[in-house]
C-alpha cells in the first residue's frame, strides 16, 4: 500500500510540476497542449492513461503501477457481505496493516500472508526503524529485554474459510497458531521447551509481545495496541482453525475462563456474527487465549 501511495503522490506532484511550469512560461504554449494531453487521467486513479494498463478501474479502487486493480487490497478494504453460516470472508477486511499484509477470500479458504511485523513501537525494533521506542518497568524488578530483535518473516497462512468443529481436537502447536489483525502471530502459552512462560512475562514490550530467537515477533497475551485503537471487544484475529479471536470484553462484561470452555471459547452472536457463531476470548489469565486444542479443524502454516 505504501507504494503505491507514494506512487500517488508522486504521480500528483508531477502533474503539479508539469502545471505550473506551464502557466510560468508564456513560450510553450505548443508544447502545453501537448503536456495536458499526457496527464489526462480519465479513471482517476492517478495512473496517467499512456501509462495506464487499465483505463477504466471503477473510482476508489486501489490500483498498482500500471493503474489495475490490486487485488489483494479489494480484500482489505471491501467488506464481503455474506449469509452462509460460519463464513469468515466477512471480517476479512478487518486485517489492516497492509505494510505487512495480504488477505485472499478464496471459495473455501482464505489466505493470509505475514511478515509479522507490528504496526506500534516496540523496544524490539532495531534503533534505526521509525518504530523502535526503548522501554522499561521501572515497578517490574524482574523486566528484561531479550536479546532479540523483530525480523520480517515470512508466513502463509491457508485458514478454513467456513471453519467447522473438529472431531479430534489438535494440540495448538509451538509458534505460530494463529494471525492477529495487524499481522503479528498468536503464540499459545507454553514457552521454548526449557522455558516458563511465566517468566518470560518479564521481557513483553510496552504493548505485550516479544520475538523469539529467529526474530519472529508474536503475543501470547492481549496484544493491547489492538484493544487500544480498535476497543476491547473488537476482532482481534484468527487461529489456525479460521475460528475468530475476540478481545476480553463482551457486551460490556469482561470475561473470564470461567466463561469459557476448555477450548478458551464459546457459541454466541458477535457484532460481526448476528447468528452467531464459536468464537475464542483473550482474558488476562493464563492460558490468555487458547486452553491448549484448536476446537475446529486446524488449517496450516509454511514459512
Ligand atoms: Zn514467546
Ligand atoms: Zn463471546
Redesign the pocket.
Known amino acids: 500500500m505504501k507504494s503505491i501511495i507514494n506512487f500517488l503522490a508522486m504521480s500528483t506532484l508531477c502533474s503539479l510540476i508539469i502545471i505550473s511550469s506551464c502557466g510560468d512560461d508564456d513560450d510553450t504554449t505548443v508544447t502545453d497542449a501537448a503536456d495536458e494531453a499526457t496527464v489526462v487521467d480519465a479513471d482517476s486513479d492517478g495512473v496517467v492513461d499512456t501509462a495506464d494498463t487499465c483505463a477504466d478501474t471503477s473510482e476508489g479502487t486501489n490500483v498498482d503501477e500500471n493503474g489495475c486493480d490490486l487485488i489483494t487490497d479489494d480484500i482489505t478494504t471491501d467488506c464481503i457481505t455474506s449469509t452462509a453460516a460460519n463464513d469468515i470472508a466477512v471480517i476479512a477486511c478487518q486485517y489492516y496493516n497492509d505494510d505487512a499484509l495480504t488477505v485472499v477470500v478464496g471459495e473455501t479458504t482464505i489466505t493470509i500472508t505475514s511478515t509479522n511485523e507490528p504496526d506500534h513501537k516496540s523496544m524490539y525494533y532495531d534503533t534505526s526503524n521509525p518504530l523502535f521506542e526503548a522501554y522499561s518497568e521501572p515497578e517490574n524488578e524482574d523486566f528484561y529485554k531479550n536479546p532479540n530483535k523483530i525480523t520480517a518473516m515470512n508466513y502463509t497462512f491457508t485458514l478454513p474459510r467456513f471453519p467447522q468443529a473438529a472431531t479430534n481436537n489438535e494440540d495448538t502447536p509451538f509458534g505460530p497458531m494463529g494471525v492477529s489483525i495487524n499481522s503479528v502471530v498468536f503464540y499459545n502459552q507454553q514457552a521454548a521447551p526449557g522455558d516458563d512462560i511465566l517468566e518470560e512475562l518479564n521481557t513483553f514490550d510496552q504493548y505485550e509481545g516479544h520475538p523469539t530467537n529467529t526474530g519472529s515477533y508474536h503475543y501470547h497475551i492481549e496484544p493491547t495496541w489492538l484493544t487500544e485503537i480498535k476497543g476491547d471487544s473488537t476482532f482481534l484475529g484468527l487461529l489456525l482453525d479460521g475460528f475468530p479471536v ?1 478481545g476480553p470484553v ?1 457486551s460490556g462484561v469482561t ?1 473470564t475462563n470461567d466463561d469459557l470452555d476448555d477450548y478458551h471459547g ?1 457459541t ?1 452472536a ?1 457484532t460481526d456474527f448476528p447468528e452467531g457463531i464459536y ?1 475464542y ?1 483473550i482474558t488476562a489469565d493464563l492460558p490468555w487465549i487458547n486452553g491448549g486444542e484448536f476446537y475446529g479443524t486446524s488449517g496450516n502454516v509454511t514459512q
Open positions: 475476540y463482551e470475561l464459546h454466541s458477535t468464537h476470548h
